[in-house]
């Protein structure tokens, strides 16, 4: 292979793996338990949608074992929500693909690969709840962190270098509970999932 094929081998798998990764808008219909899982795994992972996306669908051989379960099938759509994501082409080509070669359903295999993440959420579930003790403690030492900062200014004013420092302190701790305090809320969607909920999908098999 002399220089310029090489070049042009290169460029066009830089291409292709560029295309692959561009994003684009699909629309599915799942359930609502499946769209609030989507995003309670997300948040707790703190990575977006897509890249949960992108790595339910990379693993063609996982996706293809759920597309053998429902070949044939079909979905009942009562009860669905019609829900707009945006993930990789790559991500969405491989599903379709999947989806088409063992004629099965498209939002099946999407619910069935989300189901695989229950366990996920089942450990941040158990986690969430630790954190929340956690935090009520951070709640009580920072009004305990307050108190101690207002009486230091009262006792030595706030030009003093110990009620200063503190002073300091107290601000970087106060702009930590914020945040702790944003990402709790943020995960609140997860005390309320329920998860038996989820675990069943009503499809109807075609003959052959």
Same mark, same amino acid.
């Given at each position: 292979?002399?220089?310029?094929?090489?070049?042009?081998?290169?460029?066009?798998?830089?291409?292709?793996?560029?295309?692959?990764?561009?994003?684009?808008?699909?629309?599915?219909?799942?359930?609502?338990?499946?769209?609030?899982?989507?995003?309670?795994?997300?948040?707790?992972?703190?990575?977006?949608?897509?890249?949960?996306?992108?790595?339910?669908?990379?693993?063609?051989?996982?996706?293809?074992?759920?597309?053998?379960?429902?070949?044939?099938?079909? %979905?009942?759509? $009562?009860?669905?929500?019609? =829900?707009?994501?945006?993930?990789?082409? #790559? *991500?969405?080509?491989? !599903?379709? &693909?999947?989806?088409?070669?063992?004629?099965?359903?498209?939002?099946?295999?999407?619910?069935?690969?989300?189901?695989?993440?229950?366990?996920?959420?089942?450990?941040?579930?158990?986690?969430?709840?630790?954190?929340?003790?956690?935090?009520?403690?951070?709640?009580?030492? %920072?009004?305990? $962190?307050?108190?101690?900062? =207002?009486?230091?200014?009262?006792?030595? #004013? *706030?030009?003093?270098? !110990?009620? &200063?420092?503190?002073?300091?302190?107290?601000?970087?701790?106060?702009?930590?509970?914020?945040?702790?305090?944003?990402?709790?809320?943020?995960?609140?969607?997860?005390?309320?999932?329920?998860?038996?909920?989820?675990?069943?999908?009503?499809?109807?098999?075609?003959?052959?």
């Amino acid at each position: 292979m002399d220089k310029s094929d090489f070049t042009d081998s290169y460029h066009s798998e830089t291409f292709s793996d560029l295309r692959g990764r561009q994003s684009v808008r699909a629309t599915f219909k799942l359930s609502d338990h499946c769209i609030e899982a989507i995003s309670i795994v997300a948040a707790q992972m703190g990575i977006k949608q897509k890249s949960l996306f992108d790595h339910l669908f990379s693993d063609t051989q996982a996706l293809s074992h759920i597309a053998r379960k429902v070949r044939n099938a079909r %979905l009942d759509m $009562g009860n669905r929500i019609q =829900k707009t994501f945006v993930i990789s082409r #790559g *991500a969405l080509v491989s !599903l379709e &693909d999947i989806a088409k070669s063992f004629n099965a359903p498209r939002d099946a295999l999407i619910e069935m690969a989300v189901q695989r993440l229950m366990p996920i959420i089942e450990d941040e579930r158990k986690r969430h709840a630790k954190r929340k003790m956690v935090f009520a403690k951070v709640q009580k030492h %920072l009004a305990s $962190g307050r108190e101690l900062l =207002k009486e230091a200014m009262q006792e030595l #004013g *706030a030009e003093d270098p !110990l009620a &200063d420092r503190l002073n300091t302190a107290m601000g970087v701790y106060e702009n930590a509970f914020k945040h702790m305090s944003a990402f709790i809320e943020k995960s609140e969607g997860i005390e309320t999932f329920e998860p038996d909920a989820f675990t069943r999908i009503d499809i109807v098999y075609e003959e052959d």
